[in-house]
T-cell receptor, first 114, second 115 residues
């Protein structure tokens, strides 16, 4: 079937604006991860879901960042009152739980905060 | 704690020559190790992984990697490089003993294959 999809692919926000980034994982994948990738860096972990449960949010940089996965499939990463330092590519990945370690990544959302 | 290092920001190789992209790791238990490739404006694509068993792992597009426990390394190799292999390569590690499902990624190595 289809891979992981993310929308929008590009987002330009004014500082202080709220944004919402969407991730559609591969159907049937239990685990979902969000990462932040700054220019020239590797992905940095933000948060992890197992079905609808957010099991780890230790990587969220501030309380302006919020993620949800209410029905255990689609996930939304919300950033409130965006700051310039939030500019990055936000990657979503999904994987089977306990059946497969491999993570399948979406194309990412490139966020630019002006 | 788990960590991974990619000591080279960039690797240059001529087309047809063998290539090596280096990765070393640190874990308290046993590691799961991964290589991913990223093309411009794309997400990461899985290349190969080491979970257990044979130390030499073969993956997509002719790539392979050798798990070396004594040197805590997992270098990515290919016998004959192609120009189309030019991309950003990421090594990742997960510590089995940690109880977490969260991998740690390296900073990435830019591979440039010259015609």
């Amino acid at each position: 079937g289809a891979g992981v999809s993310q929308s929008p692919r590009y987002k330009v926000a004014k500082r202080g604006q709220d944004v919402a980034l969407r991730c559609d994982p591969i159907s049937g994948h239990v685990s979902l991860f969000w990462y932040q990738q700054a220019l020239g860096q590797g992905p940095e972990f933000l948060t992890y879901f197992q079905n609808e449960a957010q099991l780890d949010k230790s990587g969220l940089p501030s309380d302006r960042f919020f993620a949800e996965r209410p029905e255990g499939s689609v996930s939304t990463l919300k950033i409130q009152r965006t700051q310039q330092e939030d500019s990055a590519v936000y990657l979503c990945a999904s994987s089977h739980y306990r059946g497969q370690e491999t993570q399948y990544f979406g194309p990412g959302t490139r966020l630019l905060v002006l | 704690a788990q960590s991974v290092a990619q000591p080279e920001d960039q690797v240059n190789v001529a087309e047809g020559n063998p290539l090596t992209v280096k990765c070393t790791y640190s874990v308290s238990g046993n590691p799961y190790l991964f290589w991913y490739v990223q093309y411009p404006n794309r997400g990461l694509q899985f290349l190969l992984k080491y979970i257990t068993g044979d130390n030499l792992v073969k993956g997509s597009y002719g790539f392979e990697a050798e798990f070396n426990k004594s040197q805590t390394s997992f270098h990515l190799k290919k016998p004959s490089a192609l120009v189309s292999d030019s991309a950003l390569y990421f090594c990742a590690v997960r510590d089995i003993a940690g109880g977490s499902y969260i991998p740690t990624f390296g900073r990435g190595t830019s591979l440039i294959v010259h015609p």
